[in-house]
């Protein structure tokens, strides 16, 4: 199992323009079959930044990517879901969250390029195994149904 922090870059001083969201981390962890993207809440300017320094396109590609800022406008540019290239996206959200993620123009991105969405408020919590020639994965609200549950 690989571990690699992509942000904040190991120059980068939160005592200049990189704070807030775009101060969060973006972890890839990668195993022979498969890698996640975990990218908590950047927005494009580190999307874009992330782009740049990729020295490969290996870098960011992920079978799994944790959708950047929940979905929000702020993120998921169309290039850096190009470069990513994931299979399955991510959207940590809450039920009926105040923001309304994740965006509809957002899973429309995801949509046209045929990613396999999860939406936690939908599907509880989700853990992924990455096996042999495979990945499978399993939703907690699904494994979990209780009878006054009408999601399933």
């Not at 120059?11 to 323009?17: L, Q, T, V």
């Not at 993620?101 to 969405?117: A, G, H, L, T, W």
Request: overall charge positive; some cysteine.
């Amino acid at each position: 199992m690989d571990f690699e922090i992509l942000n904040p870059a190991s120059s980068a001083s939160f005592k200049g323009n990189i704070r807030g969201n775009n101060a969060s981390c973006v972890l890839k962890v990668s195993n022979a079959q498969g890698s996640m993207l975990l990218t908590g809440d950047i927005e494009r300017a580190v999307e874009s930044r992330l782009m740049r320094s990729s020295q490969s396109k290996e870098k960011l590609s992920a079978t799994v990517l944790i959708a950047p800022h929940h979905g929000s406008k702020t993120s998921s540019s169309s290039s850096f879901i190009d470069a990513v290239s994931p299979k399955y996206v991510v959207f940590p959200v809450g039920y009926r969250n105040r923001f309304g993620f994740p965006k509809q123009d957002i899973i429309s991105r995801y949509e046209s390029r045929q990613v396999k969405m999860l939406n936690t408020a939908r599907d509880g919590a989700l853990v992924f195994k990455f096996e042999a020639s495979d990945i499978s994965f399993t939703r907690n609200r699904q494994q979990n149904w209780r009878f006054w549950t009408s999601e399933y």
